[in-house]
T-cell receptor
Framework: EPEVTQTPSHQVTQMGQEVILRCVPI?????FYWYRQILGQKVEFLVS????????KSEIFDDQFSVERPDGSNFTLKIRSTKLEDSAMYFCASSVYREVKEKLFFGSGTQLSVL | GNSVTQMEGPVTLSEEAFLTINCTYTATGYPSLFWYVQYPGEGLQLLLKATKADDKGSNKGFEATYRKETTSFHLEKGSVQVSDSAVYFCALSGPYNTDKLIFGTGTRLQVFP
């Protein structure tokens, strides 16, 4: 089965630094998402992206966050100036349809540690 | 707002034991309900879903029934295998016309031979 690929699997950064988390969604999918899970907490929706623009974002997704699909295959999440509380597992997902009842395909995640 | 509560883990079972992982939800409207599973080193995968009250989702021997009266969607399997060891996430669709899924914290299942 095709899969969503995320790189790197682990990222360690210093507070205040910029990080870019990368994802390659499944090739015929049109909708892209980022979720995150802080250790011991719930998996939280960050943002959805369709047709080269943000479709929906949560209140977590403030001005420090941005997403981009720079080349038609990659989908990136940038955090401009990381904070300690940004430490989490970040999951990328993609789907063929927007309907949330339909299947999302998730990557295996990037563990971000902010020191 | 909509939310999901699932039992804390880890749940530790012997092979062939009966599994229940509890999930309850709070929601307005008529959400769809899901169980996703994450095997070690892999991404979350849709295990099963139910889109309306009294629907039963099933896959790979797992079942869950959408119970509106108790706002629950408990995951069950009659006889677990070592290969079922994973983290299980209950989720529901957000409010109408939203892109997001609302997840619980996940429950780790460990099955020993």
């Amino acid at each position: 089965e095709p899969e969503v690929t995320q790189t790197p699997s682990h990222q360690v950064t210093q507070m205040g630094q910029e990080v870019i988390l990368r994802c390659v969604p499944i090739s015929n999918h049109l909708y892209f998402y980022w979720y995150r899970q802080i250790l011991g907490q719930k998996v939280e929706f960050l943002v959805s992206f369709y047709n080269n623009e943000i479709s929906e974002k949560s209140e977590i997704f403030d001005d420090q966050f941005s997403v981009e699909r720079p080349d038609g295959s990659n989908f990136t999440l940038k955090i401009r100036s990381t904070k300690l509380e940004d430490s989490a597992m970040y999951f990328c997902a993609s789907s063929v349809y927007r309907e949330v009842k339909e299947k999302l395909f998730f990557g295996s995640g990037t563990q971000l540690s902010v020191l | 707002g909509n939310s999901v509560t699932q039992m804390e883990g880890p749940v530790t079972l012997s092979e062939e034991a009966f599994l229940t992982i509890n999930c309850t939800y709070t929601a307005t409207g008529y959400p769809s309900l899901f169980w996703y599973v994450q095997y070690p080193g892999e991404g979350l995968q849709l295990l099963l879903k139910a889109t309306k009250a009294d629907d039963k989702g099933s896959n790979k021997g797992f079942e869950a029934t959408y119970r509106k009266e108790t706002t629950s969607f408990h995951l069950e399997k009659g006889s677990v295998q070592v290969s079922d060891s994973a983290v299980y996430f209950c989720a529901l669709s957000g409010p109408y016309n939203t892109d997001k899924l609302i997840f619980g914290t996940g429950t780790r299942l460990q099955v020993f031979p």
